[in-house]
């Protein structure tokens, strides 16, 4: 087919973060034809049942603990009830807001959108599910990724996470199964909320592939705040608590919580709510307790969305997590298909899908080839305290060379003041060999404001001494990156 009889130069799948930028820049900046298809809401996991609303959660949890402080600095504030359904209305109206926007930016860029399921026919050719075909030169796949339940009968009774954000009623308890970033910030948010929350963790410890020393204090300071962690401990068996053969168990918030239960912060005006629509759930876990909980969220990792979708059947690889398998250019084995973002299960933050759809966009429109970097990037896991961390833990970087570790762990003046047990973690992987700063992590309120401009060093291959040479901002929590003469200990 010759390139003008194309209906479009590149028709994109999907219309998240990485699909929606893509298209609006190939349209607005290259001039390029652009069709986007996308069967959900525009903004995609991001904007709609992700990193937007989850944040907006987590701001609205750590109000919990607003009053208490602001009473041991002399104020004298009392504590309301938190209003889920008022919140949840505010959050649902923002998200529609966002979506619009979407559809705005799309529109403003001249590209065409299509409220459709799309698949493939062949290396050129899309079918949409009202029934149209169109064709394009070019066809980008950025169509996400989505959560999944583990193998397990019932699975269905459990909430996977983009159900959180629509429930009628919050829980009075919960149990949450896993030690990703999902499980983790949800557990934090569903504490800070209110919900009795026990995690389950089949692992050592929470967030592996992080830094041991940051994720055991994120672990400690999570089980301080009341979330009932266990480690080592996973689900083997779930039912509805009404059908299960041997009747009612003592609930988790009646029994299974003891001292953390205790601990709870008693909120004021806590709904004590039904719990899930299903009902309350019976779960027996892999150390033979049996509880019940009104509601299970399966926190258990993401598989990108590529199924069913024609994919393989016009020769483009699907790896063994469903991930379209592409080179660094984000190209997959047919040439005119590329594929970014989640679906292609490289490093699953919004801010990369964006850049490999910019990059997609330079390589394709601009005529200039160019690889995606994926090396030093800074994530933050919203956590409360939240973690920060860019490059390499001390365990990964030790395996790789000797390295110096400059570590301080200390109780932070604002909250120290509040006579709260808090403490926070600022540390530096640095090479023995040539002094660059390998890793920083830090557990910190704000973490991800602060690994932000900490990345920007990392990523430059600072050395420590080029830290040291920086002088401190005083009184700072993050002032002790600059200020740490000794290391700790060498690895
Ligand atoms: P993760 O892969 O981070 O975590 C999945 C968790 O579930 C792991 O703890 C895993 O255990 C556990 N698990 C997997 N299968 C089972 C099972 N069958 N039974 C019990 N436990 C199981 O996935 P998430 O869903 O938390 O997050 C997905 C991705 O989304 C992240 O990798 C991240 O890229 C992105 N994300 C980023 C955020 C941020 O930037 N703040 C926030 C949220 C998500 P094990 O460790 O043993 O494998």
């Known amino acids: 087919m010759a390139e003008t009889e194309f209906d479009y130069d590149l028709f994109v799948i999907g219309g998240g973060s990485g699909g929606v930028r893509a298209a609006r820049v190939a349209a607005g900046e290259h001039g390029a034809r652009v069709g986007l298809a996308e069967h959900d809401r525009y903004g995609g996991t991001c904007v709609i049942r992700g990193c937007v609303p989850k944040k907006l ?11 208490d402080e602001a009473n041991a600095y002399g104020w004298d504030h009392k504590a309301g009830g938190f209003d889920w359904s008022a919140f949840r209305g505010k959050l649902h109206s923002e998200l529609d807001r966002l979506e619009g926007v979407y559809r705005n930016l799309l529109k403003s860029s001249g590209v065409d959108t299509f409220d459709a399921r799309a698949t493939l026919k062949d290396a050129h050719t899309v079918a949409l599910s009202g029934g149209e075909t169109k064709t394009a030169k070019h066809i980008l796949i950025a169509t996400g990724g989505h959560p999944v339940r583990p193998d397990l009968p019932n699975a269905d009774l459990g909430i996977v996470s983009d159900d959180i954000f629509h429930l009628d009623e919050l829980p009075k308890s919960m149990l949450i199964i896993g030690g990703g970033y999902i499980a983790c910030e949800f557990a934090c948010i569903m504490n800070g909320l209110g919900v009795e929350v026990t995690q389950y963790y089949r692992g050592a410890q929470i967030l592996r592939g992080f830094d041991d020393e940051a994720r055991g204090l994120v672990a400690e300071s999570m089980r301080e705040n009341g979330v009932d962690l266990h480690l080592g401990t996973n689900i083997v068996e779930m039912s509805l608590a009404a059908d299960h053969k041997d009747g009612p168990m003592p609930t988790a918030s009646d029994a299974a919580m003891g001292a953390s239960a205790q601990q709870r912060r008693d909120i004021p005006g806590k709904s004590g709510a039904k719990g899930s629509r299903k009902g309350p759930i019976w779960v027996k876990s892999t150390n033979g307790t049996e509880k019940v909980f009104d509601m299970v969220m399966f926190a258990t990792g993401r598989d990108p969305s590529s199924r069913e979708m024609g994919l393989e059947d016009i020769g483009v690889s699907i790896g063994r997590r469903g ?10 084995g047919v040439p005119s298909i590329y594929a970014i973002g989640d679906v ?3 490093v699953n933050l919004t801010p990369v899908a964006i850049r490999e759809g910019m990059a997609f966009v330079q390589t394709v429109f601009a005529a200039e080839p160019t690889p995606v970097d994926h090396e030093l990037i800074a994530s ?3 956590t409360q305290p939240e973690m920060g961390t860019v490059g390499m833990s001390e365990e990964e970087a030790r395996d790789k060379e ?12 604002q909250t120290a003041f509040a006579g709260k047990p808090n403490r926070v973690l600022m ?9 660059t700063v390998l890793g920083c992590h830090i557990v910190a309120p704000h973490a991800g404001e602060l690994i932000q401009l900490a990345g920007i060093a990392v990523k430059a291959k600072l050395t420590k001494e080029q830290f040291d040479a920086t002088c401190a901002v005083h009184p700072t929590m993050s002032e002790e990156l600059v200020t740490m003469r000794n290391p700790m200990r060498t690895a």
């Open 427 to 435: 540390k530096l992987v640095v090479s023995k060999k040539d002094r």
């Open 57 to 67: 959660m987590v701001f609205a949890s750590e109000y919990a603990h607003v009053v």
């Open 402 to 413: 000797e390295v110096e570790i400059y570590c301080t762990s200390f109780r932070p003046m």
């Open 344 to 346: 292609t299960n490289r």
């Open 323 to 332: 991930e379209v398998v592409v080179n660094e250019y984000s190209q997959t």
């Open 380 to 382: 933050a896991i919203f």
